[in-house]
């Protein structure tokens, strides 16, 4: 498995690797029920250490994206949705209050809100 | 495992003091990079370790077999590539020659050439050569990547990242903190003599933020790391009450390394 870590970035390496874990698994590209590489075989084909992955893959199983099958590795459960909801609710709140600062009205995000929950409107309705 | 422990170090040269009461282990698995600017004291911290240098005071446990790479990769000039595989082989305790010459291919460097004829970086791959054909636990290794270009040296980071999931591990010290960042696990920051900042990089990003004031106001604790037309940036521990920018290791080691502290 490789995906491109920006080593440079702010960003901790072991999150990156988190997210982009979790964005293979909620794109199906990793399914249910199967197994993520070993930490040390991630870790060769990223090239990092192999604690690095060991605490992306630990956070993983504390936030229930991934489970330990004790001497065969690790397995998606599937992306918590309920810690994904969290987490882009509270993304949804951060640029509420962003566009509010910018005097956006109310009734234009009412609106954005009813597009979106109408029925198969939700698509086509990326921002 | 731990292969190396350094306990409160200290060493002078006459008034001039190198290391002040440093401390730091390596574990085995890692790479750890030591860094700062020059006139640190990384080189004599590594000189005081392998006994090149006496120590004033302090305490170092080495619990592992060990080859160096030093800052100066002086080799006999009129020698072959060749002649000086073997002449290492000779010195050498666990010396692999089959393991030195596949690295020299690899390295794409010419046996049968004189070593006075080597650029800075084809003696430092060389060097590199004989250095990782040494089959031991610890590599330590003095700006290994001195006068390498890229594609060398992302060769050499390969080959140290591959040590450490091989169960070794590497101490080496480095100025190039782009390299530092894509190889190192945990990193300890120098300056003047002092380890200023240490831990895994990871957490050293996750530790700290720019925050801007107007110029005039200082930030409490925080690190000057530079200024606007119209305001000063520092660099501060993270904290709920404080907004802030996030913090590249490239800003938070030049920061930490200035050294104005509010």
Redesign the interface.
Known sequence: MWFAID?????????QIKENLKALIAAGKIKEGEFVPSI?RL??DL??????VA?AYRELVEEGVLKVVRGMGYVVVGVNEEGMTRENLAKLRELLLKLKQLNVERRVIEKICEEVFEDGAAESEKP | MELLRVKNLKKSYGELVAVDGISFTVEQGEVFALLGPNGAGKTSTIKCILGLRKKDSGEIVLNSSVAYLPEKKELYRSYTVERMIKTAKSYGKNFDEKKAYSLVEEFKLNPSEKVANLSHGMATLLYLAITLAEDVTLYVMDEPTWGLDPLMRNKVLSIMRKLSLDGKAVLYTSHILSEVEKVADRVAIMRKGKIVEMGPLDDIKEKYILVSVPKGESVEGGYFYKETTEEEIYLVEKATNIEGQPASFDAIFEALVKGERK
Request: proline share 5%; charged share 20%; no cysteine.
């Open positions: 080593f440079n970035s702010h960003v901790p390496v072991y999150k040390r870790a060769q090239e990092v250490n192999l604690n690095t605490r």
